[in-house]
């Protein structure tokens, strides 16, 4: 029987890719055609799978991906009388093996992908197969219910010619079938059902249906089976598993039918089997590789969250602990021995991994990457936990020797307990992958227990950090601005910019919430360009608004990313010019921590601008410990010091050894011709002190709080002088 091809598209296809087709679609049926019942040539059947090979493969590449093409494929092979279970084995063996490497080369998806699509079809494929091979079988099935309840109804008229007719049916179906008593005395069975149990007769007339219960039955077998025998019911339909004579099992679709007299009395029960053993065993392979990692053989995503959250879902009173392990440095090891090496190193600490979790109730499962988790349940949980997690500390300590080299692996875990009930599953990972990462930047090779408040921290970080893109376009920064006074007579001097997020969830929001982050995420550098648009058209709003007292000149902080910009000179004259400023009016501020080590290349930029007149100032002097002898190829003219000199100059008498210190970095700073700043002023006496030791400019609350700008020219300064 010839089933019509499907559309292939075959003209568009190149003709290295037809090829390719070709040499699959021979493969596939030489594997297949010796246990096809077809009436086909091989060559008629091969012509016959070409269209079904460029579906699978058109299936491998689809985008999106869907399997809808693979189920159908199955589907077309019963349709072909492909039914044999050794057939499906077969082809999904092939397609395991050759589908990709004769129809992946020419994508772009890489290979770990196509083999996983590749895992997904064979499964789609079988599960067509098997749910049209099921539904011929029960149209079978049907058929021979019928066939023999219409010969016992007219067997007083024809009893001759329906015996005839029957034992055809009965003999020569392909399916199992079984006649008993009302007594479950099993009276008679066909040859296709003493083969599926073992091939000898007498062992299955000899049983009662009875015996043949199984610890696998389903809970209601027997109830269907009592309510059948006593005409409560006229049939039923379950899976059920029989032990053969050797101890070995099958599995099989059971159909039982009551068989009634002309009286409509029940008389026998007809069971129909169809032997699904090696499509179980299939399946269950095809669940195994859907489960379990492929290079490690550990259990993956997908039956560890199966697993948790079967644990999770406990009664109230049990309690679970889970180890999140990430290994430190393992991209280090991919980079530079190649990902081949970072395998076998993965697959030996999955080995050690599963020699740590063997206690009852232990799991190990491999999340993805180097990530691997391990579950523990039971009474005790919060020692076995930590017992857990210190036993895969320790068998990670021991070198791993990869091609003659032996490498030290270390990990970092992230250790979550508690009663079950209380967390889904994504809140338990998400908390251990949390804390998996606070014990990574607390050094690595080391454990660190949830913590609730951490975890709290953690999520509202990284809510800011997806807020902040759009934060900056709906225009929810702002800036405050605090004074820079003269301390020798009192008069503001300048105003440094602090840039303030007005959250709308969490308020106004200091620069040290956010300027980490963006940081991180590369967003510092048009948040800065914003700072410094704002302050410099600010200053210049000062100047042309109060020319007889305003502030001389704006300090704006630039980070460590803005530095590295390549556009850092080329913006802030941009700036400068679209506002009308003169560079001579701004002042840019640089940690000390971002200049230790500087090259030439770093400090090239910041050369530039203060040779355009722009004033550099070094924020936070003292705290980067950097060789003073740099100040002398450093372009800034201002060092800021640090707060941390000047708060045991608050009590009184003020700690000599900091008057000395800073007393030191003035006289050093203005022989370099440096001016000196002070942060963090907050005492009148403290002011007087820095005054005294020649400090030229301060800042802090004794002045003034950062505040709006209008406020800059109502502050009354007459403790300043």
């Not at 043949?212 to 019911?233: I, T």
């Not at 009852?360 to 988790?373: K, T």
């Not at 000196?676 to 709080?705: M, S």
Request: proline share 5%.
């Amino acid at each position: 029987m010839k089933v019509p091809s499907q559309s292939s598209g075959s003209d568009a296809e190149p003709d290295g890719l037809e090829d390719r087709l070709r040499r699959f679609a021979t493969i596939w049926s030489r594997a297949i055609f010796p246990v096809t019942a077809t009436s086909l040539t091989r060559a008629e059947f091969e012509h016959h799978l070409l269209p079904l090979a460029r579906q699978l493969r058109a299936a491998l590449h689809d985008r999106p991906f869907d399997t809808a093409a693979a189920h159908r494929t199955g589907a077309a092979l019963v349709a072909a009388h492909v039914t044999d279970p050794d057939a499906l084995s077969r082809s999904l063996g092939v397609v395991d093996s050759y589908l990709v490497l004769y129809c992946g080369s020419e994508d772009e998806l890489p290979a770990e992908e196509l083999r996983a699509r590749c895992s997904r079809l064979q499964h789609a494929m079988a599960a067509g197969f098997t749910q049209a091979l099921r539904e011929r079988t029960l149209a079978e099935q049907e058929s021979i219910a019928r066939s023999a309840l219409a010969a016992r109804s007219a067997a007083e008229l024809a009893l001759h010619a329906t015996e005839t007719r029957f034992r055809a049916v009965f003999e020569g179906a392909a399916i199992g079938i079984g006649i008993a008593d009302l007594d479950g005395n099993i009276l008679e069975v066909n040859e296709t059902l003493t083969r599926m149990f073992g091939g000898l007769e007498h062992q299955v007339r000899s049983r009662n249906v009875r015996d043949w219960s199984h610890p696998e039955d389903a809970p209601h077998v027997w109830k269907l089976y009592g309510e059948l025998v006593r005409g409560e019911r006229e049939h039923y339909r379950v899976e059920k598993p029989y032990y053969r004579g050797d101890g070995t099992v099958l599995w099989t679709n059971l159909t039982v039918s009551l068989l009634r007299d002309a009286d409509g009395l029940p008389q026998y029960q007809l069971a129909l089997m169809e032997d699904t053993t090696e499509r179980r065993l299939l399946n269950l392979r095809l669940r195994y590789e859907a489960t379990h990692d492929a290079l490690t053989g550990l259990p993956n995503r997908t039956l560890f969250f199966e697993r948790l959250e079967k644990t999770l879902s406990q009664s109230q009173g049990a309690r679970f602990g889970l180890c999140y392990l990430d290994l430190d440095g393992f991209k280090a090891i991919n980079d530079s021995l190649g990902h081949a090496a970072g395998d076998r190193l993965l697959v030996e600490v999955a080995d050690r991994l599963q020699s740590c979790a063997t206690a009852p109730g232990e799991m190990v499962a491999r999340l993805g990457g180097d990530e691997f988790v391990a579950l523990t349940t039971g009474p005790g949980t919060e020692r076995n936990v930590v017992d857990l997690a210190n036993r895969i500390l320790t068998t990670l300590t021991v070198p791993v020797r990869i091609d003659g080299r032996e490498l030290r692996v270390r990990g970092s875990i992230g250790v979550v307990e508690g009663p079950t009930g209380e967390r889904t599953p994504a809140e338990v990972l998400r908390s251990a992958d949390i804390t998996m990462y606070r014990a990574k930047s607390a050094g690595g090779n080391r454990f660190e227990f949830a913590d609730a408040e951490a975890d709290a921290r953690a999520i509202t970080r990284h809510g800011l950090t997806t807020a902040l893109p759009a934060a900056l376009e709906r225009g929810e920064f702002f800036i405050e601005y605090q004074p820079l006074v003269h301390l020798g007579d009192g008069s503001v001097h300048g105003a440094e910019a602090l840039v303030r997020w007005c959250h709308p969830q969490h308020g106004v929001l200091g620069p040290d919430r956010f300027i980490p982050l963006a940081e991180n995420t590369g967003l510092i550098v048009p948040l800065g360009r914003w700072v410094l648009q704002e302050a410099v058209r600010q200053a210049r709003f000062w100047q042309t608004r109060h020319s007889d007292g305003g502030p001389l000149r704006i300090n704006v902080n630039l980070s460590p990313t803005q530095l590295h910009h390549p556009r850092l000179v080329a913006d802030t004259v941009d700036v400068l010019e679209r506002s009308g400023l003169e560079p001579g009016a701004l002042c840019l501020e640089v940690t000390e921590s971002a200049l230790i080590g500087a090259d030439d290349d770093l400090l090239k930029p910041l050369r530039q601008l203060a040779e355009m007149g722009v004033d550099i100032a070094l924020d936070d002097f003292g705290t980067g410990y950097s060789n003073l002898a740099n100040l002398r190829r450093l372009p800034v003219s201002v060092l800021k010091l640090d707060r941390s000199f000047t708060q045991g100059m608050q009590r009184h008498p003020a700690d000599p050894v900091d008057l000395k210190i800073v007393e030191g970095i003035v006289s050093l700073a203005h022989s370099l011709e440096l001016a000196v700043t002070v942060e963090g002023v907050e005492t009148g006496a403290q002011a007087q002190q820095l005054r005294d030791l020649g400090c030229d400019t301060a800042q802090g609350w004794y002045y003034a709080r950062p505040g709006a700008p209008d406020r800059i020219h109502s502050l009354v300064l007459a403790d300043a002088v």
